[in-house]
Structures are given as structure tokens and as C-alpha cells.
């Protein structure tokens, strides 16, 4: 058998180090354990069992906000993206599409929060979900840090904090903004959609568009649901240009504003943006005579 390498004090320090700042040796090679696979698995172990251990020991008497009565996750999530996958893909892909999409939100709380950092492949991943949740509590995170965000998205599943159903800005959708996301990260083989060397993603989104496509499609998704006239949607992107824009650097908000206007003019947005968001094309080259 092979040695233990590290002492209690040391995975001690190591446990208490990795709860405060959320960094671990993914080396598990001074863990305890016969061969590399139960070294990892023991360390693993000791990992996640501290992080729960240590988030329910901050969630002691802390009240969670409520989900809302009845909530289908899959109808919610459906309801939510539906008019994106609609605007975006032809009848024939939309099925295989939302197939994934329904499987892909997870919201933190009490009765999956345990599971959910127990699953987590990268222990920062679900250092930062606990975070999340604790967040959703009202209670600082690991770090001392309040938690600022709504959700967290890894690969193709969404977690989601039950401050999302209290989210005060009306023009902020988690949901939406990483749907996008994951239709320029996703390739159509995965989801079961014809595929070529040349068609290899479900949306090709230019790299340096990514960012305010996700943006654009959240911001047109709350426009079309909060403005049920023309004249509304028109006023509601003015709202939104006075006060709802992204301060995100890989954003250009003039582009992003004038992209929203030019889709609410369309009876197609999504696939206006999609459009506008599409490739840079490569420079045409020309041959001196």
C-alpha cells in the first residue's frame, strides 16, 4: 500500500484554506489511499464534505426565499426560452433543442444544494456555488464576500439562486443571457443535429459578438415580455438605454442598443441579432496584376 504523505494538520490547513479562498491542489497524489484514483476520490471527499459541512453551518436559522407555488421546472424553463429557440432555429431543430434546454436548470436550495457541491466535477466550481446559495440567504460568502450574482453556468446546466424570482431589475434574465451562451458553446452533434466541418456549433456567433448577443437576447427577451405594444417596446428601450446597460468591457453598449432597436423593428428580433452578431467576414482578397 502506499504511504499516507500528509498529515491531519496538514489536510486540515488544506480543507480550511480551500473553504476560505476556494483553492485546491487538484494533485491528489499527497492524499491519502492505495493508487491515484482513491487518492482523488479521498480527497474529493474530504473537499466537498467540508464545503457542505461548513454551508450548513452558516445556513442555521437563515429563511431561503420561497419558490414560486408550483413551479414546473421544465414549463418554466420552456416558457422562458421557447420564443429564443423559435426565432433562432427551423421547425426541424427546435425539438432536439429544447430537449436540452429543459434538463439544464438547477435551482439551489436546501433539498439540492448538498447533491449539487457533492457533483461538482472542480472543487472552485462548487466553492462558487456555495457561495451562490449562501448568497440566496442572505448570509456573506466563504470569503466574507456577498455574493452579486444570480446564477452560475457550467457546460451546458445552469444554477440557479431563488434570488432569481426576486431579481429587482426588470430587464435582467440569467436564463436567457446564458441560453445564448450555450448556443455558440454547444456543438449540433451533441444534441443529435446535422453537422459538418463548416456547421459545427447550434448558432455561429463571431467570437467578439458573444458577449452582446447574450445581452441582446436577454434585453430583447424582457422588451417583447414587459412591452405588449410597439409604442411600449420603443419606450422600454429607452428605459433600458438609460438605465439597464451593461457595464461589461467586452460590450459595446452604442452597438448593443442599436441592435435591439433594429430587432424590435423586425417581426423576426432573434434572428436579426443572431445576424448582427454573426462572424466578422475575412477581408476580401484581391491579386495585383
Keep these: 500500500m502506499i504511504a499516507r504523505l500528509m498529515d491531519d494538520e496538514t489536510e486540515a490547513a488544506r480543507i480550511r484554506h480551500y473553504l476560505e479562498t476556494g483553492e485546491a491542489d487538484l494533485d491528489p497524489r499527497e492524499w491519502p489511499g492505495v493508487n491515484i484514483f482513491e487518492q482523488g476520490r479521498n480527497q474529493h471527499a474530504a473537499l466537498s464534505g467540508a464545503l457542505i459541512a461548513e454551508v450548513g453551518r452558516r445556513s442555521v436559522n437563515a429563511v431561503p426565499p420561497p419558490l414560486p407555488p408550483g413551479l414546473d421546472l421544465a414549463a418554466f424553463t420552456r416558457d422562458r426560452v421557447a420564443p429564443m429557440v423559435d426565432g433562432l432555429f427551423p421547425a426541424a431543430e427546435r425539438p432536439p433543442v429544447m430537449r436540452l434546454l429543459e434538463r439544464a436548470v438547477v435551482f439551489l436550495t436546501s433539498a439540492t444544494i448538498a447533491d449539487v457541491l457533492t457533483a461538482q466535477r472542480w472543487p472552485h466550481t462548487a466553492w462558487q456555488l456555495a457561495n451562490l ?139 436579426r441579432i443572431r445576424a448582427r452578431c454573426a462572424p466578422d467576414k475575412p477581408a476580401r482578397r484581391t491579386t495585383r496584376p
Aim: charged share 25%; hydrophobic share 35%; glycine share 10%.
Design 133 to 271: 446559495y449562501l448568497g440566496s440567504l442572505g448570509r456573506a460568502g466563504l470569503d466574507g464576500q456577498p455574493a452579486g450574482v444570480v446564477g452560475l453556468s457550467q457546460e451546458t446546466t445552469w444554477y440557479l439562486s431563488l434570488t432569481y424570482f426576486t431579481e429587482p431589475d426588470p430587464f435582467a434574465d440569467f436564463l436567457v443571457h446564458e441560453t445564448a451562451h450555450i448556443f455558440h458553446n454547444w456543438k449540433r452533434e451533441y444534441v443529435g443535429l446535422p453537422h459538418t466541418r463548416t456547421r459545427e456549433w447550434l448558432l455561429d456567433i463571431g467570437f467578439r459578438w458573444r458577449e452582446t448577443f447574450a445581452y441582446a437576447c436577454e434585453g430583447y427577451s424582457r422588451i417583447r415580455t414587459l412591452g405588449g405594444t410597439r409604442r411600449g417596446r420603443a419606450q422600454l428601450l429607452d428605459k433600458y438605454t438609460a438605465t439597464a446597460l451593461p457595464s461589461d468591457e467586452h460590450v459595446d453598449s452604442t452597438e448593443l442598443v442599436d441592435i435591439l432597436r433594429e430587432a424590435l423593428e423586425v417581426r423576426n428580433g432573434w434572428a
